[in-house]
């Protein structure tokens, strides 16, 4: 593309998107208890003292406070025993005051993340992962879908509409974004490719792409000239990697500065997916909330 044609793309402000999605949910939440004499709860178990969980944990609680719902703290030392976790998820999936159960991942060693996650009670797995949270999605019936690619379906549908016919290319398969995001894609009947470690010539498989959503963990691997004009590009990467002063910065799995000049519209990182994860959160905790209750 030469420099006359050449057109600057629309960032997209996931900051603000989720500062919104936050205020709507804390109505809904004001209503709810109005309604039913209660709060909505989301309990956040933390198993160990994995820093970053850590910090995630802090967020999520206080965001759950902001929202005007109960958080409900377990923190558990990184020795507990799988059948005390166990033991934990079935009180929590019996106690009428928590709507919604998220395990923080990854749990320590020794522990099977996939049975904890399994125990969790579908109706109330707001951060979709269960097998069952899987299955209602591809199938089509209500359930959770997974925060982050739920949050990046909302932004692409406040910047595109209709998503209909269009060509989405998911790179990254993996059962928490790339696999979810790939389904909620077909679901607004896009013609949807998921490409991965394997695909033969991504850039080629990328340009045909409307929609790009990146999920690679690889920084700033999609290049502007991979990229269709005008495309839709979703950039759910989180990477950290050395700055010019010497210490760190973060990155998305796209290469920011040649995709904006190709891209139409494009998730800067930091501000563009992040901050949709912990908001979809507490979107699907109102959610189950409501679901447990009957009321709209
Ligand atoms: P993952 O490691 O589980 O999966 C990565 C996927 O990328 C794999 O399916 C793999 O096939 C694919 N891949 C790897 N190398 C590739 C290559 N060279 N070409 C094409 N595909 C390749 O990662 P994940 O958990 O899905 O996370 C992906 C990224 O998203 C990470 O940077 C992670 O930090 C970030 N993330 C961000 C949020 C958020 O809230 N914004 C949430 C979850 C994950």
Known sequence: MDSETQTKASVIDGKAFAADLRAEVAEGVAAFVARTGRKPGLAVVLVGEDPASQVYVRNKHKSTVEAGMNSFEHRLPADTAQEDLLAL???LNDDP??????VQ???PAGLDENAVIQAIDPDKDVDGFTTASAGRLLTGLPGFVACTPLGCLMLLKDRLGDLSGKSAVV???SNIVGKPMAQLLLRES???TIAHSRT???PSVVRGADIVVAAVGRPEMVKGDWLKPGATVIDVGINRVPAENGKTKLVGDVDFASASAVAGAITPVPGGVGP???ACLLYNTLDAARRREGVD
């Open 105 to 107: 991942l990854p749990l």
């Open 89 to 91: 998820v079935a009180q």
């Open 190 to 192: 896009c013609t949807v």
């Open 276 to 278: 949709m994860t912990i």
């Open 97 to 102: 005051a928590v709507d919604g159960i998220l």
């Open 200 to 202: 033969a010539d991504l």
């Open 171 to 173: 790179i990254g398969r």
